[in-house]
């Protein structure tokens, strides 16, 4: 069993920036695809941006595009998501999760079958 745990939330000024990390343990997370997602209050989970295994591929939603950067280090089992040009609209829970029987860049978030419990990132105008 994987368990993840996400840092780095906090409250920042619009167009600041943060960093995000989801440090995984239990098990190594270097053959799964992981992503990001994000929940504003009263919305759904939805994705932000997801890697596959080795790092080589990467997805982002349109909003997110060259604004957020996602990355992994496997030899630390850990993913990243850095977050610059921060606006108040990026404002809600993040999340960590993992696709432990998918290797590739995963969009799905059924697919996903493991979660951290979040890090609240809060964007002030």
């Known amino acids: 069993q994987v368990q993840l745990v996400e840092s780095g939330g906090g409250l920042v000024q619009a167009g600041g920036s943060l960093r995000l990390s989801c440090a995984a343990s239990g098990r190594t997370i270097s053959s799964y695809g992981m992503g990001w997602f994000r929940q504003a209050p009263g919305k759904e989970r939805d994705i932000v941006a997801a890697i596959n295994w080795s790092g080589s591929r990467t997805y982002y939603t349109d909003s997110r595009k060259g604004r957020f950067t996602i990355s992994r280090d496997n030899a630390k089992n850990m993913v990243y998501l850095q977050m610059n040009s921060l606006k108040p609209e990026d404002t809600a829970v993040y999340y960590c999760?993992?696709?432990?029987?998918?290797?590739?860049?995963?969009?799905?978030?059924?697919?996903?079958?493991?979660w951290g419990q979040g890090t609240q990132v809060t964007v002030s105008s």
């Open positions: 999760a993992a696709a432990s029987v998918f290797s590739g860049v995963v969009v799905t978030t059924k697919r996903f079958d493991h």
